[in-house]
């Protein structure tokens, strides 16, 4: 006796991890994909189970923007430190160039006029910065 079936739903073209070759409706094979709990057996017997379902590379690639965002903050704020302290760096060697130019020793702080006489007429345009 012979029998015929309608079908009018898509089958997927699958295949088990023993080799056999196997179609299974769409909407079966994409409920299997979602979770790994899902699965099925092929025509051998055998149990299928993705490895790699949707729902854990969904999972894989959150955390991976996560961790992206988490470096690229931590770059940001590193930068922004850096900057920081450029800007107190400039700012202290702007404030010994003047005291220099005045004719004051960054190191003792005492004033030297021959120093301060010096810088005013060899080095005129530095100290007209100021």
């Keep these: ?10 089958l997927t073209v699958t295949s088990c991890w023993c080799g056999i070759h ?3 409706p769409s909407n079966l094979y994409q409920w299997m994909q979602r ?3 899902h699965s099925c057996r ?8 993705f490895s790699d379902t949707q729902k854990e590379e969904l999972e894989r690639a959150r955390a ?3 961790d992206a965002q ?3 903050q931590a770059t940001r704020d590193l930068l922004h430190a850096e900057e920081r302290s450029h800007t107190a760096t400039k700012g202290h060697l702007t404030r010994v160039k003047k005291r220099v130019h005045r004719g004051v020793c960054p190191h003792c702080n005492r004033h030297f006029a021959d120093l301060e006489r010096h810088m005013g007429s ?3 345009k530095a100290v007209a910065k100021d």
Excluded: N, Q, Y
């Design 42 to 49: 092929c025509p051998m017997g055998h149990t299928m189970v």
């Design 22 to 24: 196997f179609a299974i």
């Design 122 to 124: 060899k080095h005129p």
């Design 70 to 72: 988490r470096r690229a």
């Design 35 to 37: 979770d790994s709990d």
């Design 1 to 10: 006796m012979s029998r015929t079936m309608t079908f009018t739903e898509t």
């Design 64 to 66: 991976a923007l996560a």
